[in-house]
C-alpha cells in the first residue's frame, strides 16, 4: 500500500515534470537559481549595490530589442540582423544628435524600421525564409557599419552623452515593455501574430493577413532596434566598427532562456523578454567575475544555450524555422 | 473449429497521457481471412494496427504472427516479420524517385560494396509496377510528378510486393478515386486467395460490407465483438459502433421543398489555370448545392475560389449586394465561411488552444475599441464550440489532442460563431465517424431552415444525394452536369457525368 502510495507520487512528479506549468515555471527558476550560484560563486559580489546598477545599466538596450524580436519568434521566423542595425542605427543617431536630440531619436527608429522593411519585404514577398534573408542583410550591414567607420570612430554630441540616466533609460525601457504587453495581451495584433506561429496555412484561411503581420513585425523590430541605438547611444557616446558585434545571438539566447519556444507559437509568454534578458545579463556578468576568459565564457553560455533550447522547444510543432 | 490462426492479440494496451487510447485488447485473425476493423474516431482502431507495424510503441500485452511473438521496434522490422500498414494520409517521401519509394528501407538488395545500383532498383520497380498493371507510373521518375491518388497506388505497391502475412489498410480509400478502390479491392482478394490476411479499417461501412470476411467493432479503445459480415447489415454495425440506436434521419428526407429565388452568389467565369475553367453558377438564399466529382475534376479549387483563397484566379465572384470576393478577409468580412478538407493544415491552427482558433476570424467583432477581453473571449468559445458539443476539457485545450471529428466541430463552431450567411464546406464528413456526421448533417438543415446557404463539396455521392437540394458534378475542371434534388436519382446517375 505505502509503495504503491510512493509509486503513485512519484508519477506524479513525473507527470509535473512533463507538463507545460513546469516549462512555464523553468524560467523563473532558472533566474533564481542563477542569481544564487552567481552569488555564491563570486563571493556575493554581485548583488552589491553597485554592481546591480551595473548590471541594470547593461539589460536597457538588448531588453528593448529583445521586445521586438519576441514578436518575430512568435511567429516562428529569426531575426539576425539586430546587431548590425544597432550599429547603422546607433552611427545615424550620432550623426544627427549634432542638430537636434529629437531629430536623433526618430532618425535612429526610422533606419532600423528600414532595415526591418527590407528584411520584411524579402522574406515575404520572395517568401525566402528569414534566416537566410536575414544573415544575408546582416553580412549587408555589418559591411556598412565597418565602412562608415573604418578611418575613425564616429563621436556623439556632448548634448546626447549628457542624457546619459538611469530614470531615462528605465523609463524608455519600462514604456517599450508596457505597449508590446498591452498590443501583445489586449489587442488581436497577438492572436494574429501567435496564430501564424500555430499554423501559418489555417491562419491565412481564417482570415489572419498573414504576409502583412509578417512584414510589420520586421519592421516594428526594426524600429525598437532604432529606439535601443538612441540607448546604446547615450551610453557608450561613440560608435566603432564593433557596435552591437554578437547582439543577434545574445538576444537569441537570451530569449530562449527566458522560456521562449523556438518554433514560436501559442506557448510564448510574454515574461520571457524580462526574465530572458535578466538572465543572461547576470550570467554574463558573474562569468566574467569569476575571471573566466572569453573563450572559455563562450563556452559555457554554449553549454546552457544548448540546455535550455532542447528544455524548452516544442516537439509537438517541431519544423523548420521559418 | 480453430481455424489456421495467422495473428494473435493479447491484451494490447496503450495510453497516450490520460487517454486510454487501446485498452486490453485481444483478438485472433485466421489465415486467409479479411477482417474489418470499425469504430468511431478515437476508437482506437489506428493505434492499434499502427502498433502492430511498429509505428507506436506497444504499451502492453503481446502480438504473436504465425505462432511466433513480435517484438517491433520500427517499421522496416515490421516489413521483415511480415507485417505492412498502407497509412490514411501521404506515406510516400518527397524529393525520392519511385523506386526509392517502393524500396525506401530494403535497398539491401541493390548495394554492391556500398554502392546502390539505380538501374537495376528502377528495373525491379517497374516490373512490380507493370505486375501490379499501373503501367503509366515510371519507376526512375520524381515521385513529386504523381499526384496524391498516383503516390498511394505507389504506396500500396511498396506495401504489399514483399508478399507480407498481414496487410493493414488504413482509411486509404477515402484518398482514391473509384478506379484506384477497385485496384486495391483486387489486392486485398489475392492476399486472401494466397492465405495471407488482410486488417481493412474503413468509415465507409457499405465498403466493409462488401469486401470483409468479419468485423471488429471497437468502442472507447475497448474490444466490443467480432462478427461475420454476412450476418450482419450496416444498421447493425453502426448500433455497435455507437453503443445505442441510430437515429433514422441521417440525411435529410424533404423532398420537392422549393428553393428561394433570391441568388446570394454569383460566380461567372472563374478560371484557375491548371485547375478549374469557366465555372459559373449561383447560389440561392437557403439551398444546399453540393459539389462532385472524381477527386482530381477541380471541384475543391472551386470552393478556394469562391472563399477568395487562389492565387491567380480570373473571373467574379459576387454577392448580392454586389461586392466581389477576391481575398480571405474580404469574404469573412462579407460572410462567407470555409472549411477546408485538408482540416489540419487550412481550417485548424493546429497548436493552438480551442479558443484561439473559435475566436480568430472574430476577433474585429469582439474588440472594443481595439481592445481585447479575455473573459469576452473565453465566453464567446465556450457558447459555440458548446453549441457544436465539442468534447473538450475546457475551450482551453490543445486542439491538437481532439479527435477528427472534434476538430471540424471546433472549425463549424468558429463560422457559427462569425454568423457567416454563406458556407463552403469541402468534404465536411472526411475521416469523421457516424455520429459526428449525423451531428454536421443536423447542422446542415438547420442552417438552411435559417435561411443560409450552403456549398458542399464531397467525394462520398450518398451524401451529395442525401443532403443537396442541387448538385453540379464536375470533370477535368468544367462543370459537366447538373440535377435537381429527386428522390429517384442514384449513384450511377451521378457517376456517369463524373468519369
Not at chain 2, 499502427?50 to 506497444?58: A, E
Not at chain 2, 486467395?193 to 465507409?204: K, N, Q, T
Not at chain 2, 461586392?323 to 469574404?331: D, H, L, R, V
Request: glycine residues 10%.
Amino acid at each position: 500500500m505505502e509503495k504503491k502510495n510512493q509509486e503513485n507520487s512519484q508519477s506524479k512528479v513525473l507527470a509535473f515534470l512533463g507538463s507545460d506549468t513546469f516549462k512555464g515555471l523553468l524560467p523563473f527558476i532558472g533566474l533564481v537559481v542563477i542569481v544564487v550560484v552567481m552569488n555564491i560563486l563570486t563571493e556575493g559580489k554581485i548583488l552589491t549595490a553597485k554592481r546591480l546598477r551595473l548590471l541594470l545599466s547593461q539589460v536597457y538596450y538588448p531588453m528593448i530589442v529583445a521586445t521586438g524580436v519576441f514578436f518575430i519568434m512568435t511567429l516562428g521566423s529569426i531575426d539576425f540582423t539586430e546587431g548590425s542595425t544597432l550599429g547603422v542605427a546607433s552611427i545615424v543617431v550620432s550623426w544627427l544628435s549634432f542638430y537636434s536630440i529629437p531629430l536623433a531619436i526618430v532618425g535612429g527608429i526610422l533606419t532600423g524600421a528600414a532595415i526591418g522593411a527590407l528584411n520584411g519585404f524579402f522574406h515575404v514577398k520572395f517568401k525566402l525564409q528569414s534566416f537566410i534573408v536575414t544573415i544575408c542583410t546582416m553580412y549587408l550591414f555589418r559591411g556598412v557599419c565597418a565602412y562608415l567607420t573604418t578611418e575613425t570612430a564616429i563621436p556623439a554630441s556632448n548634448t546626447i552623452k549628457a542624457l546619459d540616466q538611469d530614470w531615462l533609460k528605465i523609463t524608455i525601457t519600462v514604456c517599450v515593455l508596457l505597449v508590446a504587453f498591452f498590443l501583445f495581451k489586449f489587442t488581436r495584433i497577438g492572436n494574429d501574430v501567435k496564430a501564424v506561429g500555430s499554423g501559418e496555412t489555417a491562419a491565412r484561411f481564417s482570415g489572419v493577413r498573414t504576409d502583412m503581420v509578417k512584414f510589420l513585425a520586421f519592421v516594428c523590430a526594426g524600429g525598437l532596434t532604432g529606439l535601443a541605438a538612441f540607448v546604446n547611444v547615450i551610453k557608450v557616446g561613440s560608435i566603432t566598427s564593433t557596435a552591437g558585434n554578437q547582439l543577434e545571438t545574445q538576444i537569441l539566447i537570451s530569449l530562449v532562456l527566458g522560456g521562449l519556444p523556438i518554433t514560436g507559437g501559442a506557448k510564448v509568454r510574454f515574461s520571457n523578454i524580462v526574465v530572458g534578458t535578466l538572465m543572461y545579463t547576470v550570467l554574463n556578468n558573474g562569468l566574467v567575475m569569476m575571471g573566466f576568459e572569453s573563450a572559455t565564457q563562450q563556452l559555457i553560455k554554449g553549454i546552457i544555450f544548448l540546455i535550455f533550447v532542447a528544455l524548452t522547444i516544442d516537439r509537438k510543432a517541431l519544423k523548420v524555422i521559418k | 473449429m480453430e481455424k489456421n490462426i495467422l495473428l494473435r492479440a493479447e491484451h494490447i494496451d496503450k495510453k497516450f497521457g490520460i487517454t486510454h487510447a487501446v485498452n486490453n485488447v485481444s483478438l485472433t485473425i485466421a489465415a486467409g481471412e479479411i477482417r474489418g476493423l470499425i469504430g468511431e474516431n478515437g476508437s482506437g482502431k489506428s493505434t492499434f494496427s499502427q502498433m502492430l507495424c511498429g509505428i507506436y510503441t506497444i504499451g502492453g500485452g503481446t502480438f504473436t504472427l504465425d505462432g511466433k511473438e513480435l517484438h517491433i521496434r520500427n517499421q522496416v522490422e515490421a516489413n521483415n516479420a511480415g507485417v505492412s500498414i498502407i497509412v490514411q494520409e501521404m506515406g510516400t517521401l518527397s524529393g525520392l524517385t519511385v523506386a526509392e519509394n517502393i524500396f525506401l528501407g530494403h535497398e539491401d538488395p541493390f548495394v554492391h560494396h556500398g554502392i546502390k545500383d539505380s538501374r537495376k532498383m528502377n528495373q525491379e520497380a517497374q516490373r512490380l509496377l507493370n505486375e501490379y498493371g499501373f503501367t503509366s507510373i515510371q519507376a526512375s521518375k520524381m515521385i513529386d510528378q504523381y499526384n496524391f491518388e498516383d503516390r498511394k497506388l505507389i504506396e500500396i505497391v511498396k506495401a504489399t510486393y514483399m508478399k507480407p502475412k498481414i496487410l493493414i489498410v488504413d482509411e486509404t480509400t477515402t484518398a482514391l478515386s473509384q478506379n484506384g478502390r477497385l485496384e486495391l479491392y483486387k489486392i486485398m482478394d489475392q492476399v486472401r486467395a494466397d492465405g495471407r490476411s488482410v486488417i481493412f479499417i474503413s468509415h465507409d461501412l457499405g465498403e466493409v460490407l462488401e469486401h470483409t470476411d468479419s468485423v471488429t467493432i471497437l468502442r472507447d479503445g475497448e474490444y466490443i465483438d467480432t462478427v461475420q459480415t454476412k450476418d450482419v447489415t450496416e444498421d447493425d454495425l453502426k448500433r455497435l459502433m455507437v453503443g445505442r440506436e441510430i437515429g433514422s434521419a441521417y440525411y435529410r428526407t424533404d423532398y420537392g421543398t422549393p428553393i428561394s429565388d433570391e441568388v446570394v452568389l454569383k460566380v461567372d467565369s472563374v478560371t484557375v489555370p491548371g485547375q478549374i475553367y469557366n465555372i459559373s453558377f449561383e447560389l440561392h438564399r437557403g439551398e444546399i448545392l453540393g459539389f462532385g466529382g472524381l477527386s482530381e475534376c477541380g471541384m475543391h479549387e472551386v470552393g478556394k475560389a469562391v472563399f477568395g483563397a487562389s492565387w491567380d484566379r480570373t473571373g467574379s465572384v459576387t454577392l448580392k449586394d454586389g461586392t466581389a470576393i477576391n481575398s480571405i478577409p474580404t469574404a469573412i468580412k462579407h460572410s462567407v465561411a470555409y472549411a477546408s478538407k485538408d482540416r489540419d493544415n487550412e481550417s485548424i491552427i493546429i497548436n493552438e488552444s480551442i479558443r484561439n482558433n473559435v475566436v480568430l476570424p472574430s476577433l474585429d467583432d469582439l474588440a472594443t475599441n481595439y481592445v481585447l477581453s479575455k473573459k469576452k473571449l473565453d465566453s464567446f468559445a465556450n457558447e459555440h464550440a458548446t453549441r457544436m458539443q465539442t468534447k473538450m476539457q475546457n475551450v482551453h485545450q490543445f486542439i491538437s489532442d481532439l479527435s477528427g471529428g472534434n476538430k471540424q466541430k471546433v472549425v463549424l463552431a468558429r463560422w457559427l460563431g462569425k454568423g457567416s450567411d454563406i458556407l463552403v464546406l469541402d468534404s465536411p464528413t472526411r475521416g469523421i465517424d457516424v455520429k459526428v456526421k449525423q451531428a454536421i448533417y443536423a447542422l446542415m438543415g438547420e442552417l438552411k431552415a435559417e435561411g443560409k446557404s450552403i456549398i458542399m463539396i464531397s467525394e462520398e455521392i450518398p451524401e451529395l444525394l442525401g443532403m443537396s437540394d442541387r448538385i453540379l458534378i464536375m470533370k477535368d475542371g468544367s462543370i459537366n452536369g447538373e440535377f435537381m434534388r429527386r428522390q429517384d436519382l442514384t449513384e450511377e446517375d451521378l457517376i456517369a457525368k463524373m468519369v
